[in-house]
């Protein structure tokens, strides 16, 4: 008799407790235009449910919107907040403001959502702090069946394997056998005094060609017309050094000028080109040490001397197809007057 009548008093009182819950959850929100609204007001302990954060106001109102931390209290975890969303009221001036967040708790019995303000400046610059009502929640726990036997843990179960189990041993294999590939490939060509890897040499042009080219560049850029003379024939001879020193093998870049001179006389026996050479590398060096200014025919006419040296003294023959002028046309060059 005495536990029937504990169990009589316990049902009283929760039913007591339900009553009240109840009746808090259904309180009208008081005119106010806030509201706090859960999908559920029970649910079973951990598992998630949403709530619907609302707010009404005026168009053209500055909402400062609920700051939410990872919990509500102590009790309500929340799992995720979506994106406030504002939808405007047709027919009226008025604007909702809703969000929407994902809750848990993982303790038993009732528990509540504590009240949560909005601030709200409206367009004639009130400030309004509006308090939602607070929402009673209930977790039930999972119920046990006393009555049945009392089971062990399911053993683990085996998930089937995929090819991303094997992808790093795959990625390990090849990585060992292109090692492996490398290594014997080296030897073999170590052997035989070969490189490992034959990278195609960029076909070089003949030395004739980049100098006629370099000399078309520096006749392009007006140099002298810019009154910078001395770097005129300062890069006008450092081309032909460059030449000399490609097309014959000569270190002009180390000589003098009665040295580079002599040295060309071992590998041309024409004597217009060293006259040519001769009349330049002098009228250079006027330039550049003596601080002589040529006038600019002879400007012109050290340009002329430079390309026709080239061109005797070139490798191959030189055709009016590849770009570059011929003999015939240098000759006439040398006369000043075509200048």
Excluded at 84 to 108: A, C, L, N, P
Excluded at 213 to 223: A, F
């Amino acid at each position: 008799m005495k536990t029937n009548g504990i169990n009589l008093q316990n049902r009283i009182i929760s039913g007591i407790i339900t009553i009240l819950a109840g009746f808090i959850f259904l309180l009208p929100s008081v005119a106010s235009a806030q509201k706090v609204t859960p999908d559920t007001t029970r649910f079973l302990i951990g598992s998630q449910i949403n709530v619907t954060l609302e707010l009404e106001t005026g168009q053209g109102s500055v909402v400062e919107w609920p700051v939410l931390g990872d919990t509500l209290t102590r009790a309500i975890e929340i799992i995720s907040k979506s994106k406030s969303d504002t939808v405007k009221v047709e027919g009226s001036d008025k604007m909702v403001i809703k969000q929407v967040i994902t809750i848990t708790s993982f303790d038993t019995g009732f528990i509540v959502i504590p009240p949560i303000a909005f601030r709200v400046k409206t367009k004639t610059g009130a400030i309004q702090e509006l308090v939602s009502e607070p929402v009673m929640l209930e977790v039930i726990s999972v119920r046990v069946d006393a009555v049945k036997d009392i089971r062990d843990i399911k053993p683990i179960l085996q998930a089937p394997y995929t090819l991303r189990d094997f992808l790093p041993w795959l990625l390990l294999a090849a990585a060992i056998g292109l090692l492996a590939t490398l290594i014997w490939f080296y030897i073999r060509n170590r052997k035989k005094n070969k490189p490992l890897i034959r990278i195609p040499a960029r076909q070089q042009k003949p030395p004739h060609v980049l100098a006629l080219g370099m000399l078309d560049d520096l006749r392009k850029e007006q140099v002298w017309q810019k009154g910078q003379i001395k770097e005129y024939y300062t890069r006008l001879t450092d081309i032909l050094r460059d030449y000399f020193e490609k097309r014959f093998g000569v270190n002009a870049a180390e000589m003098t000028s009665e040295e580079i001179i002599s040295a060309l006389k071992d590998h041309t026996g024409e004597v217009s080109v060293l006259s040519d050479l001769k009349k330049l590398l002098t009228l250079s060096d006027l330039a550049k040490f003596a601080k002589v200014k040529p006038i600019g025919a002879e400007n012109e006419l050290s340009m002329t001397y430079a390309k026709t040296i080239v061109l005797n003294t070139a490798a191959a023959p030189v055709s009016e197809d590849a770009g570059i002028i011929t003999n015939t046309e240098t000759q006439e060059n040398r006369n000043p007057i075509n200048e």
